[in-house]
């Protein structure tokens, strides 16, 4: 509904453009009709200015430091709340009851084994595969396996591949690692919870039993909540655009891992980590902090700043009190924790930091607590992917159901050559 408009003055004309305004957050001026009526586009590399889409799914007020889904905080989901209902939350909208989500849980659960000849896609990979080329592939080739549900225009078909998505993340994940160490794979086990699954398929072998230790289930649990869902970030953008030319949904998730991958992104975590590592010490953090400010060094602090939030990351204080938790219930001393917390004082006491509201994000900690429960740095993206697997197909089903959705086109601002002739290869 337009509230209002504003008017442009392009080439000695005026033109008005509808202004709509959300549930809360900032307004948009609605320009769907600029090219049309001027002839001329908007230019906005990084999409720093764009809102690409309507949802009603997630809303970050960045200023504040605000993560809501559907409604609810952030914390208290990560403190109240199962993944499963907020997987529940994120695809319906509203948080299940009690027979709802007990369903809800039953499909998950029965979903989780992979078609047995994937085993055979897996050995195709070299041993030293990073776990997110594994994922990249994997949930990719699953388009060539799941025929039945890939009519996206059908929502129960869309619903099936949704949930075979969800359940199927932890196993592959799982196979990932296992693959990278020489194990056999561990299957499913659906007496579990859908965290204590992954640790078994994970941590366990099939020589001996394997308990699920209730303390990392439950920060699995919130590692998973915290990261289900982000808006429209790089790679759930990239699931968006995939999903807009009516993509197989298992082709347009494996798209979005391929994005997620990057070290702007979700490989932000393995990044944090690593750089905590060979900062090593506290006395030696000077040294990268000045690097971090020093214009002609590429280095950047990982796991810190972020494109939305000008404020603490919501995300980033729940899972310090995480990491706290359980260091201390593991009783791992781990001395990259006090690197962490010696970085973020100085980092948010510094001017560079300070003017350019930079604060830890999800990243910075979540490394600590992986690497804790035993986790190689090179699977943290791969379970990011696990977690916002959910995310990426609450939007995909949002934008599918959405009237206005359009195969998604950007334009662009050429600066090339303008139009010249062929000059045959002897006479340039
Ligand atoms: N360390 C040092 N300087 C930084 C950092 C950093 N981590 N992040 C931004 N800056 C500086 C940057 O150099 C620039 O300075 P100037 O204005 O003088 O050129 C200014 O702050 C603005 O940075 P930007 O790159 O224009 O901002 P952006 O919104 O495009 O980038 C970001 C956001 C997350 C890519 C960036 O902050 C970054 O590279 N952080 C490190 C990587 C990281 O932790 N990523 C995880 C993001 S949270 C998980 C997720 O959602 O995927």
């Not at 337009?2 to 709509?20: E, H, W």
């Not at 962490?340 to 004082?345: F, I, S, W």
Request: charged share 20%.
């Amino acid at each position: 509904m337009a509230d209002t408009n504003a008017s442009l003055q392009i080439g000695g004309k005026s033109f008005d453009y509808p202004v709509r305004s959300g549930t809360v957050g900032p307004d948009v001026i609605d320009i769907r009709t600029l090219y049309g009526k001027t002839g001329a586009f908007t230019f906005d590399p990084g999409f720093t200015s764009t809102a690409s889409c309507e949802s009603q799914i997630t809303y970050i007020d960045g200023d504040e430091g605000i993560l809501l889904h559907r409604g609810y905080p952030i914390d208290q989901l990560a403190e109240q709340s199962s993944f499963m209902e907020v997987a529940y939350l994120l695809l319906h909208g509203d948080l299940p009851n009690k027979s709802e989500l007990e369903t809800f849980v039953y499909t998950i659960t029965r979903h989780t084994m992979l078609h047995e000849q994937l085993a055979q896609f897996y050995r195709g990979f070299r041993r030293d595969a990073h776990p997110m080329a594994i994922m990249c592939g994997v949930v990719g080739a699953l388009s060539a396996f799941y025929h039945d549900s890939t009519d996206i225009t059908d929502p129960k078909q869309r619903m099936i591949a949704s949930h075979r998505l969800i359940a199927k993340m932890p196993t592959i994940a799982a196979m990932a690692y296992k693959y990278s160490v020489g194990q056999p794979f561990v299957y499913p086990d659906n007496k579990l919870s859908y965290t204590g699954n992954f640790l078994r398929m994970t941590f366990g072998v099939p020589a001996e039993p394997f308990e699920v230790n209730p303390i990392v289930e439950q920060a699995m649990r919130t590692i998973f909540i915290l990261h289900a869902d982000h808006e429209q970030n790089a790679s759930t953008s990239t699931v968006r655009l995939a999903g807009s030319s009516g993509a197989n949904p298992f082709a347009c998730i494996a798209a979005g891992i391929a994005c997620l991958w990057g070290p702007a992104h979700g490989g932000a975590n393995e990044a944090a980590l690593n750089m905590l590592r060979e900062i090593g010490t506290p006395d030696r953090i000077p040294e990268y902090i000045a690097r971090a400010k020093d214009k002609d060094d590429p280095f950047r602090l990982m796991g810190f700043g972020h494109r939305v939030y000008k404020n603490y990351d919501p995300r980033a204080k729940v899972m310090q009190k995480t990491a706290e938790a359980v260091l201390k219930e593991l009783g791992v001393s781990d001395p990259v924790f006090d690197v962490a917390r010696e970085l973020e004082q100085i980092a948010l006491n510094d001017e560079y930091f300070i003017e350019k509201k930079l604060y830890p994000n999800v990243d910075f900690y979540s490394g600590v607590i992986l690497s804790a429960i035993g986790f190689p740095t090179s699977m943290f993206t791969a379970l990011f992917a696990l977690a916002r697997t959910v995310g990426w197909v609450a939007q995909w089903n949002e934008m599918i159901s959405d009237p206005d959705q359009k195969i998604g086109r950007p334009r662009q601002l050429y600066t090339g050559q303008a139009q010249r002739d062929y000059v045959p290869v002897g006479q340039r």
